[in-house]
């Protein structure tokens, strides 16, 4: 609540109606298959996304609740781009690769995936400099303080982020190629 969307959560923000506060999101995509949706969401934000997309033409979509992590939830394949926006860093680190894999697995040949999420800086101080500027990028937004501390709070131990180095090796283990950092 309260933080601007950026341009990669725009797309979660049209089809969920939610900002950045909500978590565990992948989107599939194929040119010749309905986009499915998978996320741990109630059943009334996948109404909001239905009546988001009703009357859109060209567009078919399916929704599945599940565990992204078990292979039976992917009920899809082919996949010619996978979105996870704002996910691995809520994934406990033991399944992430699990997650990449399955999504690979679940790909066109030439499939791809386009992933956002929070990182974590390898050199402390730089960790520290990063923490900062979203502070004050926030308050700029006009995020007050107590929010501002009240959402740090919330995410301690829920909010797990890997390197950019650990998420591109992830990547190719799971069978992605050339995989980059933005």
Known sequence: AGYPAASLDYLAT??????KDHEGNALTLSLSEPAHY????????????????EGQANVTARYHLG???????WRHSGADLT??????????????????????QRSAPNGAIL???K???TDPRWQEIADA???DYKAAA??????ITAKARSLRGVLIPDTAGEVTAQLTRAGWHAPTVV
């Open 83 to 104: 979105l996870a926006l704002w996910l691995l860093q809520f994934i406990h680190p033991a399944q992430r690769q699990q997650l990449l894999t399955l999504a690979r």
């Open 142 to 147: 006009g995020v007050g303080a107590e929010e």
């Open 133 to 135: 500027a979203l502070i």
């Open 115 to 117: 992933i956002a999420a």
């Open 67 to 73: 565990d992204l992590t078990d292979s039976d939830t």
């Open 14 to 19: 049209e089809l969920l109606g939610q900002d």
């Open 38 to 53: 998978y996320g741990p969401v109630l059943a009334t934000m996948l109404e909001q996304a239905r009546g988001r997309l």
């Open 119 to 121: 990182t974590r800086q």
